[in-house]
């Protein structure tokens, strides 16, 4: 079974200019999450679809970034104009379902490779 | 707010040695915790998992129990390989399907 795919791997763009991301789930998976990853941080997440719903954008900077996810199936992650403190690892990852209403239940989040981006 | 606090690294062994990374957490209500592994030039995988109080998830000779009384879900495993070389990050889940991770802990085993 093929695994979340990302790219580009690495993006390398000077600030104020723009950059996408583009991230494709495992196919039948209804749920897609994009999380920011700063060097020696964890994994902060940014946005979390359903299908082509937004369920979670609270931490995303709105500003800046936009994210899509039109067919339901692959996204994009976009950042415009971008700004020094967005170099980072930027990770998809996608799970059967996202909340099950059981507690303690968990879908498993599979993460894609990440694109690395370096603002200068 | 729901928060994890993980062992500072990195943490260097030699084969044959024994492992324990500590994560400790702080939550509202009863999270599941997870211990994910970030091998060199790859994505995050899951490496175990525990959903209650007591429960000890296990995989790949890695063990952790989760311990409500000091807060806590400490990654050990009896014998390191080199193979066991990557990035280990602690996390929790609360009410929605949402992972807080912890910073992260680098181990390095050398032969």
């Known amino acids: 079974e093929a695994g979340v795919a990302q790219s580009p791997r690495y993006k390398i763009i000077e600030k104020r200019q723009s950059v996408a991301f583009w991230c494709n789930p495992i196919s039948g998976h209804a749920t897609l999450y994009w999380y920011q990853q700063i060097l020696g941080q964890g994994p902060k997440l940014l946005i979390q679809?359903?299908?082509?719903?937004?369920?979670?954008d609270s931490q995303l900077p709105k500003d800046r970034f936009s994210a899509e996810r039109l067919k339901g199936v692959d996204s994009t992650l976009k950042i415009q104009p971008a700004k020094l403190e967005d170099s980072a690892v930027y990770l998809c990852?996608?799970?059967?379902?996202?909340?099950?209403?059981?507690?303690?239940?968990?879908?498993?989040?599979?993460f894609g490779p990440g694109t690395r981006l370096t603002v200068l | 707010g729901d928060s994890v606090t993980q062992m500072e690294g990195p943490v260097t062994l030699s084969e044959e040695a024994f492992l324990t990374i500590n994560c400790t957490y702080t939550a509202t209500g009863y999270p599941s915790l997870f211990w994910y592994v970030q091998y060199p030039g790859e994505g995050l995988q899951l490496l175990l998992k525990?959903?209650?109080?007591?429960d000890k998830g296990s995989n790949k000779g890695f063990e952790a129990t989760y311990r409500k009384e000091t807060t806590s879900f400490h990654l050990e495993k009896g014998s390191v390989q080199v193979s066991d070389s990557a990035v280990y990050f602690c996390?929790?889940?609360?009410?929605?399907?949402?992972?807080?991770f912890g910073t992260g802990t680098r181990l390095t085993v050398i032969p």
């Open positions: 679809f359903q299908n082509n719903g937004v369920v979670d």
């Open positions: 996390a929790l889940k609360t009410g929605a399907n949402n992972l807080f």
């Open positions: 990852a996608s799970s059967l379902s996202g909340t099950s209403g059981r507690a303690n239940s968990y879908n498993e989040q599979f």
């Open positions: 525990a959903t209650k109080a007591d």
